[in-house]
């Protein structure tokens, strides 16, 4: 049972266009929801989080939209570079800082110049 | 934010043989966390390492075949025993930093033939 998704596996823009990845989850009890960057042959970078209470959150090109009740949460990139090419992953954290994560599946994103 | 050492970065090791993956962290953390990414697929936590106490294990993951020792609130090992080519897969070190911020390693990169 996936209790965290990204229903698509790729995503391709062209540089200086917006992103926008997606994610849905299943458990309204997570409290957190995080956003990583992956490069190939590197650990997980974190981007940014967003809190349940909020349904946005701002860190310079980066935005995180969360809609509670779609169960819904998109990353928004703006402007896409072509160094943002990389796997992005959602993560979302469970009730009571227990630290632990569940990750989705991952979007490949692709920026073209 | 913390930065996380892990050690080796990448090996190739025989079947049935076991692999030692250290995790070094350059301040004190509560809580670590160990994942593992099987090729194509997300991340999954197995365990999380309590300091001066046994880890805590994920569903589908036991003790004899993912020992864990945290002998101190910068330090952690995790054993991947009796390899079969199955455990081929990124092992990542994690620590909560903070509510919502989780920080990786770089990850071992394991190939079990």
């Known amino acids: 049972d996936q209790q965290v998704k990204q229903n698509s596996p790729s995503l391709s823009v062209q540089e200086g266009r917006i992103s926008i990845l997606n994610c849905d989850y299943t458990n309204s009890m997570f409290d957190y929801f995080l956003w990583y960057k992956k490069y190939p042959a590197e650990g997980p970078t974190f981007l940014i989080s967003i809190s349940s209470i909020k349904d946005k959150n701002e860190d310079g090109r980066f935005t995180v939209f969360l809609n509670k009740s779609a169960k819904h949460l998109s990353l928004h990139i703006v402007p896409s570079q072509p160094g943002d090419s990389a796997v992005y992953f959602c993560?979302?954290?469970?009730?009571?800082?227990?630290?632990?994560?569940?990750f989705g599946q991952g979007t490949t994103l692709q920026v073209k110049p | 934010s913390a930065v996380i050492s892990q050690k080796p970065s990448r090996d190739i090791c025989q079947r049935g043989t076991s692999l030692t993956i250290q995790c070094q962290v350059d301040s004190q953390v509560t809580m670590m966390f160990w994942y593992r990414q099987q090729p194509g697929q997300s991340l999954t936590l197995i365990a999380t390492?309590?300091?001066?106490?046994?880890?805590?294990?994920e569903s589908g993951f036991v003790i004899d075949k993912f020992p864990i020792s945290r002998p101190n609130l910068t330090f952690s090992t995790l054993t991947v025993s009796n390899m079969s080519p199955e455990d081929s897969s990124i092992y990542l070190c994690?620590?909560?930093?903070?509510?919502?911020?989780?920080?990786f390693g770089s990850g071992t990169r394991l190939t079990v033939v």
């Open positions: 390492a309590n300091q001066g106490s046994e880890a805590t294990y």
């Open positions: 994690s620590v909560l930093e903070q509510v919502g911020q989780n920080t």
């Open positions: 993560a979302a954290s469970e009730t009571g800082n227990t630290g632990k994560l569940i």
